[in-house]
């Protein structure tokens, strides 16, 4: 049922006879949004490399909740004007970790809808941001492909254990796996030496001076970057756009979600360094879209949301100041545990609104399938 | 055929023809003993102010495995005894998650037997505790809104992984909620200052002097007590009281607990503080009381219980080491974890003892219906 | 059609008539490898005592992941040889935690072939070497009585949890105790105290010296020792030999393992002394035997066993630095971790290789029954 409404949305989406201009913009347009389904249709006839490099860039996508080729290649556009170092190191992370999932023998559309990608990319641009060797360090590419090969392995023994409670790997290979690199090889390792983080909590050093209101604004739209590390304005807003692209829904969820953790960074008065680099955004800005995106788009749903980053932002900073005690980041734990809570709540008010692991698209498509399916559940009823 | 044995306990409590003074006192006090499911039937015609104060009562008694309104508001009147602030902070913590586990659409069932208030009042309470503000902060009632509301949450979305090895989500949410609230805040957060939790095994300050023996029986009973962060002894006694009524048999398993851990705190040469007000013996006299909740009492069991509480107290000790080692108290943890140990033994000589979860009453009712049920068991194989 | 498979290695092994003395000694020597299956069966008219030493000489050699009588004979030999009161505690902490499995009353058929003595032997052992009381210390026994029952408690308690994605206990409860154990008493406990452990990252204090090679080479064997605490030569070779005894394809995927973890923690420049005590080895040893015990033996799982190795020695590394720096050792919990994370794999490529946990028997049999079941298979798919 669920499948058919889908094909049927996409149908829509591209009207067999284009007349003007505009139509034609408007079609180029639908064609590129959502989830680009015709595209991944059409390239099954292509060649291997062609395939790949989708594969890929749905990969990328997959590490802020989206599934668009376009929206990939948006965001390494972004990585590469941000630092081309670190956008090769995350490229060879994505890469390293795909190819381990295809000699591991895992199951062939999760490949090539990017879900092996992703977790491999975020080690490789953690690895190069928290490295203190500098850039082209080239010592760095066999860590990071090590790592991306180790994020395949474990996401491939984490999903039967979450799949019974129909729960996504999500990134927590990544962040097992960058937690561990960066215990391993300390502050002052002769081969691989890493910048301590620092935890939030810890008492400004300079006296007390106002909260700057333009850097904060920047924060909040740094927020939605610091997800790829990104700490620079123009990348973080192509970011942003490649979010849009796929689904406007969780743009707003991406920003909003960003100003609710800062807001609560300010209410536990973290270090002004945090809040205007985005580093207290992040954690929200990810709390709120998964939300946005595993269920359908409500009211209900939308307080969840905002509730979600609100637990996420918290979270983030107590999870600092404890892994910032061993010189250790908390990554984007806090989201991905308090995401993987909302995905289990039991509560009746929120238990049908919640979308099947694997049925998960865009929320616009989401909400049309929904509707489409209650609508033929009512007719059966009737009948 | 449990259900009915139930029934069958309660008709036999409530003789029909009460004849003198003394039948009325024995009768009344049969009335108030135990799960009180006369009231409960009864509560359902009252207005629903009337039976939301019965849900928060029964709430209270719940932290300490209990399950009657009356307990409920013994304990109350300890906590308004011991600070009238802790107990508002209780309350509201207490409000908090319970209106969330009805915002939620948590099971009617479980809301109305205070399944969803426990764990909120406990933040709350521990909140109170650790606050370096002093009483009467009102900015406390944010944070203890905020952690009631969230033990909810986090309840409901482990219910469903628990619930797969027939175990209780117990007080995880509660430990889990302040811990990383401590963490957060820290200990000099210009908002919401905490004191910093001791670890027990620190080398004592003064000179080895000798232990006083009367403190020392003074802190079992305190043991008792500090499970809702009471530390003197007239309170203390009041719960204990409250446990009395509800089960004589759970209230020796408390006292015991506490002498247990407090030797097991002596053993590992402890601070004295520790020892003194109790706060070596409530995670033994917790361990003890799971085990005299959720097995049919026998002298198998009992034994279990003793061995329970040693490894509850032990484990209580090292947790506090470590969480200490950053500032951090250990809560309940070592109860709570040692307690889903012994749930999901699967050893043969005590599988059998094992009430479901679902079925626990108190231990004299759950021997009754035990006896019962085998005498049946019994009658049929016969036939 | 497994076991009978089975049956049919043991009729082959075991030739009805025995022409002359080399057949015989050939005979002798197949009879005494493997799992020694017709002694199992012929002990069973013995008397209890006899029953109960083979059980526990089958406990000893699980510890590495053996089980073979004469193994476990060869292991203590090793042990009484490097320090009697080393062997004296193991076989304490392997006795209290066989005799909690009767008493709890396991699944008979786990106590007799050894499954609940391996973890309170190793417990004993651990607790033994980190106690800076000195040898005869005997104040000692009680904890390792305490602690061997308690791994067994855990073990009970673990198995229900574990078995639904068919993972064996491992040694989990073992690394569970020993850390909580070590927390618990800390290093100026005045009943108990203990040697500190040192994190292998700490820097050099020596200057920068040459590596030694022949004293790596020697780490790489006592790698093999350490698993059970061993740090001389000759009984670490004693050990090898017990690996050898039961399968020749195990005690190379020792030797190797410890080679990876070996390399695995020069590339990490931990200290020398790790490297020379075989304590960076023996994580990689046991990830590598993991592999070679639980999948059928073939190039492809060969290449995972290393891969496992490696994962295992740098996540040891890690885990070490970050226990090390609250005092504690990590123990196995590496290898137990990503010994767990293989087991689970769900690739395609590796999924038919994986042997049931139940099914476990050396590599040589499974790679015969494997053999066995699948010319079986193939005939009955011909008809």
């Known amino acids: 049922m669920d499948s058919t409404g889908n094909m049927w949305i996409l149908e829509k989406n591209t009207p067999q006879q284009p007349g003007g201009l505009k139509q034609r913009v408007i079609s180029a347009l639908l064609y590129c949004t959502g989830e680009m389904k015709q595209l991944h249709t059409h390239m099954k006839d292509k060649s291997f490399l062609l395939q790949f490099s989708e594969w890929c860039l749905r990969g990328i996508s997959r590490v802020i909740l989206l599934n668009n080729p376009l929206s990939g290649a948006l965001i390494i556009a972004a990585l590469l004007l941000e630092s081309p170092w670190q956008a090769l190191l995350g490229m060879l992370g994505l890469l390293a970790s795909t190819l381990t999932a295809i000699i591991l023998g895992q199951d062939w559309e999760d490949v090539s809808s990017g879900l092996h990608g992703f977790n491999g990319m975020l080690v490789a641009l953690l690895m190069g941001i928290f490295s203190s060797a500098g850039d082209w360090y080239w010592w760095l590419l066999l860590p990071v492909c090590l790592g991306g090969a180790t994020t395949t392995f474990i996401s491939s023994s984490l999903a039967p254990v979450l799949e019974r409670w129909d729960l996504p790997v999500s990134v927590f290979p990544f962040n097992t796996v960058i937690v561990l690199y960066l215990a391993c090889t300390g502050t002052s390792n002769p081969y691989f030496p890493n910048y301590p983080a620092q935890p939030p909590g810890t008492p400004e050093s300079t006296n007390h001076t106002q909260l700057h209101v333009p850097q904060l604004l920047q924060g909040v739209v740094l927020g939605v970057g610091q997800i790829f590390a990104c700490g620079t304005l123009g990348p973080s807003l192509l970011i942003l756009g490649a979010?849009?692209?796929?689904?406007?829904?969780?743009?707003?969820?991406?920003?909003?979600?960003?100003?609710?953790?800062?807001?609560?960074?300010?209410?536990?008065?973290?270090?002004?360094?945090?809040?205007?680099?985005?580093?207290s955004g992040f954690n929200g800005a990810l709390g709120c879209m998964i939300v946005g995106a595993f269920f359908i788009f409500s009211w209900r749903t939308h307080l969840l949301s905002i509730a979600n980053a609100l637990l996420s932002a918290y979270t983030d900073i107590a999870l600092s100041n404890l892994l910032g005690a061993v010189g250790l980041p908390a990554c984007s734990w806090a989201a991905t545990l308090t995401g993987t809570l909302v995905l289990l709540l039991t509560g009746e008010n929120f238990k049908e609104y919640r979308i099947p692991t694997g049925k998960v698209t865009s929320p616009e498509h989401n909400l049309h399938s929904h509707k489409q399916w209650s609508v033929a559940n009512t007719n059966t009823t009737d009948v």
């Open 243 to 279: 979010v849009f692209l796929f689904s406007p829904v969780l743009a707003v969820h991406a920003l909003l979600g960003s100003v609710i953790s800062t807001v609560a960074g300010m209410s536990m008065s973290v270090q002004y360094s945090f809040l205007y680099t985005g580093l």
